[in-house]
């Protein structure tokens, strides 16, 4: 079955580096949700979409911004990137019918090391 | 803010025994659903197990199981029969009906030992 697809897995940036990570949900699932995971860290829940609009906010940096298009993949954008951005960065999606558990489904995660 | 509580940074057991681990989360809303995952050494988020708020029955997948107490606001995780690769972090998870958000404990991290 098909599953979230996070690119790129791994990504090395230089500090005020821009970034740009992307997340393509499974078929036919209309949210998305992005988390950040530091080491030794909960995920923590920064920004989600819903059919292409911007749902749910959490502790994402104002250097940071995201969307969701028109096919419901979703990018991250990050600039000015800082050491403590050096993390994993989870893609998430749902699809959440009023009758059914708003189950998420987890990419594999883009680990990002800004140096 | 509902804020999810996992008491237990780190639990050791033999393989094949069972472990519980333990989840206690705060929230004003009665609609809700609860979740555990598993974060194994590659760090992939897994879900175990799910309950949903309005259900009084304990879910139950397999080896594993869930003690849910609304009142007391406790989602505690049993593993039966414990094995290898059973060895992960696992998560608490709350999502409030209607909102696209998930909100995470600390996580425990699990040992099996042969």
């Known amino acids: 079955a098909a599953g979230v697809i996070q690119s790129p897995r791994h990504l090395i940036k230089e500090k005020r580096e821009t970034a740009t990570l992307k997340c393509y949900p499974i078929p036919r699932h209309d949210t998305v949700y992005w988390y950040q995971q530091g080491p030794g860290q909960d995920p923590q829940f920064l920004i989600s979409f819903y059919e292409k609009m911007q749902s749910d906010k959490g502790s994402i940096p104002d250097r940071f911004s995201a969307q969701q298009f028109s096919d419901y993949h979703s990018e991250l954008n990050m600039s000015s990137l800082e050491l403590g951005d050096s993390a994993l960065y989870f893609c998430a999606s749902s699809f959440p019918p009023a009758d059914r558990v708003p189950e998420a489904f987890f990419g594999q995660g883009t680990r990002l090391t800004v140096v | 803010a509902q804020t999810v509580t996992q008491s237990q940074p780190e639990m050791s057991v033999q393989e094949a025994e069972t472990v519980t681990l333990s989840c206690t989360y705060d929230t004003s809303e009665n609609n809700y659903y609860l979740f555990w995952y598993k974060q194994p050494p590659s760090r992939q988020m897994i879900l175990v197990i799910r309950?949903?708020?309005?259900?009084?029955q304990n879910a139950t997948e397999n080896r594993f199981s869930v003690n849910f107490q609304k009142a007391a606001k406790s989602f505690s995780l049993k593993i039966s029969d414990s094995q290898l690769g059973d060895t992960a972090m696992y998560f608490c998870?709350?999502?409030?009906?209607?909102?696209?958000?998930?909100?995470f404990g600390q996580g425990t991290r699990l040992t099996i030992n042969p």
């Open positions: 309950q949903e708020a309005y259900k009084q």
């Open positions: 998870a709350y999502h409030r009906k209607g909102a696209q958000k998930l909100v």
